[in-house]
């Protein structure tokens, strides 16, 4: 049984990692006005998408902040962000989501997320996704680890350097599978599962980009910096 020992450099690079993440939150009285009175579908809608934009800053803020990510060629470090924009918010929303809200909170939440004109078919895969999330129970370092994981994918539309963005990813990965193993040491497999959970969150975002075309069809607005990141 080979020891498994995280380095001091790689102990160093998750701390910037995690303070980084949890220093980016969206502002909380964006997501409390979701908890406050009854809306409309289309206040409702609006609410999800002013968080949304928050989130995306709050993704660029903490992206500046992943060691080697400003040394990356620009253009892909642009098309990092905008290749992983969708995932990173469900990653993020999930994890705050399943994370322990005062009683009822969630229940609120998944109310108004299902009264927003968002159809059943994408609700139903969304809400299995921050229910797996939630079975996780990931630490904070694993869960802004596996953010910057999902951040670092190389394969992403317009990447040029994809072997610079894979040294990057795979320096991630080393430190996250040693914690995986250090943090739940019953569990072989755990590493595995939250790798699992990528492929779910691919799925999701294209979903999401289906969801995309039916609210410009219903005439739904976003923000600039939603269309810019999502392209629509
Ligand atoms: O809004 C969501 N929520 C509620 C939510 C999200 C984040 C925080 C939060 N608090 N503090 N930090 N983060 C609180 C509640 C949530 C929860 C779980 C999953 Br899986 C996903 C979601 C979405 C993500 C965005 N979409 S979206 O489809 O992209 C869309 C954009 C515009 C209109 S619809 C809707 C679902």
Redesign the pocket.
Known sequence: KEKVEITKEQQALMKIITDAYNRH??P?DV?KK?LQDQYSAEEN?LL??E??TS?VQVLVEFTKNIPGFLSLDREDQIALLKGSA?EA??L???Q??SRKMPSGHTEV?EER?RK?G?SEEFITP?FN??KSIGELHMVQEEQALLTTVTILTPDRPYVKDQQAVERLQETMLDVLRKLCVLQHPQEPQYFARLLGRLTELRT?SHY?TE?LASWRMNDHKFTPLLCEIWDV
């Open positions: 939150q969206i909380q997501a979701l809608f999800l998408t968080m949304a989130q969708v918010m469900f993020r929303s999930a705050v989501f939440l997320i927003s968002i969304m996704f921050y999701l999401h969801m």
